[in-house]
């Protein structure tokens, strides 16, 4: 299955691998004809005056509004992205469920950037239960 981005890549998952798409993944992004890569550091769920809140939740969504922040500064935005990399402390099925949840909301189309979820001990702050860093062409 394959997916054309209105934007500079294409989206592309291998029949011969399972469907991603449930997960708020893709397999494969393919990128081409692109005039800028954007890296955006790993974004924690810390609000402008840099407090966390303690809900979960809340911290993924102001990560990826974080995310967005950075991107629209730069004139890009969020369907831009074709990397994720999540960090997730203490991660368990229900965080993972969480943040599946808001990348769908994200994503509604499904048009999932290649993504890996990476568990971890703990992150740069000790309040910090969620980072997300992002990599993204623009034409």
């Known amino acids: 299955m394959s997916f054309k981005s209105k934007h500079c890549f294409q989206i592309i998952n291998p029949e011969t691998l399972y469907n991603p798409q449930a997960f708020a993944y ?53 369907t831009n992205i074709a990397v994720l990399r999540l960090l997730i402390v203490n991660h368990d ?10 990348m769908q909301t994200l994503w509604p189309e499904q048009n999932f950037p290649a993504c890996t979820l990476i568990p971890v001990t703990g992150l740069a702050l000790p309040n910090m239960q969620f980072e997300v860093e992002a990599t993204a062409y623009t034409h």
């Open 26 to 78: 893709n397999h494969v992004v393919e990128v081409r004809n692109f005039q800028r890569i954007l890296h955006i550091a790993g974004q924690g769920g810390e609000n402008h005056a840099g407090e966390f809140s303690h809900d979960f939740s809340e911290q993924v969504w102001q990560a990826f509004h974080n995310i967005e922040r950075a991107l629209n500064h730069i004139n890009a935005s969020i």
């Open 93 to 102: 099925t229900t965080k993972h469920k969480i943040v599946i949840k808001i």
